[in-house]
T-cell receptor, first 117, second 107 residues
């Protein structure tokens, strides 16, 4: 158990809909990362938050948005869903804002599997 | 963040050492080398990381060449449970995962 909690574990929805994925980081971790993994693909970095502020953006579509709340949990909002958005969405947390500072180790949740029909 | 190159797939016999190479020829002085693995569709798991010295922990050893342009992850006695995709990342900033090396441990 990494200490990172993601909900829901599975989600099935239709094209055009909007969903929200939730992530609770490990206790004390200030940094939250979101990743997308489509079938047989590598992990695509979407976005990072550190202590409530957006820290870095990766390949995140404009239809997607995220935020980190004062209690440090984070939500990833996916709207106008398309079939190609079907994927595993992982959240990871770490105490540090950057790799290499302190341990810089990412702790991953078990993911939310989104299926768009 | 430095680009990394890894073989797409490798096999290893159970009980033997698995040596997974990674090339990161453009790595800069403040970038660390990290290794993670992902078993099936689980969340990736941290294995080890290092800056310039070789590192060892209970899971694996990390050998970084003196010029830091490449590294090797060594699983000393591979078991069937080590079958996974292994990701090498060279970074001082963000964690960008590539497609990794798919390691299959064969009985």
């Amino acid at each position: 158990d990494s200490g990172v909690t993601q909900t829901p574990k599975h989600l099935i929805t239709a094209t055009g809909q909007r969903v929200t994925l939730r992530c609770s980081p490990r206790s004390g971790d200030l940094s939250v990362y979101w990743y997308q993994q489509s079938l047989d693909q590598g992990l695509q970095f979407l976005i990072q938050y550190y202590n409530g502020e957006e820290r870095a953006k990766g390949n995140i579509l404009e239809r997607f948005s995220a935020q980190q709340f004062p209690d440090l949990h984070s939500e990833l909002n996916l709207s106008s869903l398309e079939l190609g958005d079907s994927a595993l969405y992982f959240c990871a947390s770490t105490p540090a804002p950057l790799a290499g500072i302190r341990t810089g180790e990412l702790f991953f949740g078990e993911g939310s599997r989104l299926t768009v029909l | 963040d430095a680009k990394t190159t890894q073989p797409t797939s490798m096999d290893c016999a159970e009980g033997r050492a698995a040596n997974l190479p990674c090339n990161h020829s453009t790595i800069s002085g403040n970038e660390y080398v990290y290794w993670y693995r992902q078993i099936h569709s689980q969340g990736p798991q941290y294995i080890i990381h290092g800056l310039k010295n070789n590192e060892t922990n209970e899971m694996a050893s990390l050998i970084i060449t003196e010029d830091r342009k490449s590294s090797t992850l060594i699983l000393p006695h591979a078991t069937l449970r080590d079958t996974a995709v292994y990701y090498c990342i060279a970074t001082g900033n963000q964690f960008y995962f590539g497609t990794g090396t798919s390691l299959t441990v064969i009985p």
